[in-house]
């Protein structure tokens, strides 16, 4: 199995790092437009093959796609991260062409390939990169759902002082401060969270939940990547190696959820073939209601890439 990542910055070094290292693929092809840069990573990737024994080969290039030809997964990290003070969404014209120029490079080289998109804002790059390549919305999905989940997991393991490997739990919605979280869905060892913790204190990681790409931007000055990067792994593990786990992903819904033609993260079955099927959850009116701001947010912003396609063209 090949796997190209695109961006050899944070997200995308610590992609290929774990893809190596766990040999989810036999060749990693690391690809940034900063001379040099990807070959870098790549080679200190490799130089680590003989320490933590693995031999997955790691190849950098600058800029040239031919290397990265009949990839079976590639996943898109390029793109500027976010500094304190600014929203995703102020990321959009700036990784909007990016993303656009990067899958048009991929699907010339790797027509069979499939996409995960990681660049911000979230929902709507996966948006860019799905009209881009032309392919079906089985192949081009985005990474968010099995971040933030992990988020919430991790903040419920802390308050419950118990492994985070026992917290099961499904977020759907946008990859922003609308996304969310399903107390309702959530399972401790099988026990459903809310005999366990109270009220107050589940809302108060619900709302750090949400607020969880912020807070790590606030403490260093740039967004997250060892959670990022493994979460992008982990979908690329579940496709290569036909797992048919079950994950949150954004992907186009199609009339699911009463939604048409939104980008949003859903619960969904991950297997060689991409998306293998979205799970309908029945929702209660207060889940509905929240899913609809979250649908609202993500269709606005995707008109705002819409205007800014519309101005180029
Ligand atoms: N979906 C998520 O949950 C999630 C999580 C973390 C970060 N992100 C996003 O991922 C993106 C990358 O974050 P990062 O921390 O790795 O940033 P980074 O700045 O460390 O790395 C980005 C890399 O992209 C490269 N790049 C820019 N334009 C390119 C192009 N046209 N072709 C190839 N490479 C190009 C840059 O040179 C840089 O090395 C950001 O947009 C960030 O907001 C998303
Ligand atoms: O918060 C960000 O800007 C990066 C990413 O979306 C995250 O949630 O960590």
């Not at 079906?136 to 999905?141: E, H, I, K, N």
Request: proline share 4%; with cysteine.
């Amino acid at each position: 199995m090949k796997v190209t990542v695109v961006g050899a910055g944070n997200v995308g070094a610590t992609c290929a790092d774990v893809l190596a290292y766990r040999e989810i693929a036999n060749e990693v092809v690391l690809v940034d437009i900063k001379e040099g840069f990807a070959e870098g990573k790549a080679l200190d990737i490799w130089q680590k093959a003989p320490i933590n024994l693995y031999d997955t080969r790691t190849v950098g290039v600058t800029n040239d796609y031919s290397k990265t030809a009949g990839s079976d997964v590639v996943v898109i990290t390029s793109g500027l991260p976010r500094k304190p003070g600014m929203t995703r969404d102020d990321l959009i014209s700036t990784n909007a062409g990016i993303v656009t120029s990067v899958t048009e490079n991929i699907v010339k080289h790797s027509p069979d390939a499939i996409i995960i998109v990681v660049s911000n804002p979230l929902d709507v790059m996966t948006y860019a990169a799905h009209i881009t390549s032309k392919l079906p919305r089985t192949r081009v999905m985005g990474m968010a759902g099995i971040l933030d989940t992990a988020r919430y997991r991790a903040f419920l393991a802390e308050a419950l002082n118990v492994s985070p490997k026992d917290i099961q739990a499904v977020l759907m919605g946008g990859h922003g401060d609308t996304m969310v979280p399903l107390p309702r869905y959530t399972t401790v060892g099988g026990i459903p969270v809310t005999e366990l913790i109270d009220e107050e204190t589940l809302n108060a990681i619900v709302d750090r939940t949400k607020n969880g790409g912020g807070e790590l931007v606030k403490l260093m000055g740039t967004s997250a990547w060892y959670a990022p990067g493994s979460a992008a792994a982990q979908m690329v593990e579940a496709i290569v190696r036909d797992q048919r786990r079950v994950f949150p992903v954004c992907v186009k819904l199609e009339g699911e959820y009463g939604i048409d033609g939104v980008y949003l993260g859903v619960p969904v079955i991950l297997g060689k073939n991409g998306i293998e099927r979205i799970i309908e959850l029945d929702l209660n009116e207060d889940e509905k209601q929240l899913l609809e701001t979250s649908r609202g947010h993500v269709k606005e912003v995707m008109e705002a890439l819409d205007n800014i396609n519309a101005a180029k063209a």
